[in-house]
């Protein structure tokens, strides 16, 4: 069972990234689809959950607006598109998937 995220890199403020997150092992469509980021100094937090079957996603506050999860469970994949980046989006970012969790892939915001 893994979890791997890509799609992380250097990004000017205002720029958008995709992070993707490819789970193999297991069918990544039965469990809720969650994005986790940590930055510096700082506790791991939510960013942004898809539910399994219907429901309401899940944006932080600081995130509404700008950030959309979505998923293709045909490829098993999960996504993160986030646009109108600023230097506080600066993390590393986290694919959780049940119990299991990718390796994390860094954004950092900078121009």
């Known amino acids: 069972v893994q979890l791997v995220e890509s799609g992380g890199g250097l990004v000017q403020p205002g720029g958008s990234v995709r992070l993707s997150c490819l789970g193999s092992?297991?069918?990544?469509?039965?469990?809720?689809a969650n994005w986790y980021r940590q930055a510096p100094g700082k506790e791991r937090e939510l960013v942004a959950s898809?539910?399994?079957?219907?429901?309401?996603?899940y944006y932080a506050d600081s995130v509404k607006g700008r950030f959309t999860i979505s998923r293709d469970n045909a490829k098993n994949s999960v996504y993160l598109q986030m646009n109108a980046l600023k230097s506080e989006d600066t993390a590393t970012y986290y694919c959780?998937?049940?119990?299991?969790w990718g390796q994390g892939t860094q954004v950092i915001v900078s121009s």
């Open positions: 898809n539910p399994r079957y219907g429901g309401t996603t």
């Open positions: 092992g297991f069918a990544l469509g039965i469990y809720s």
């Open positions: 959780n998937i049940g119990n299991y």
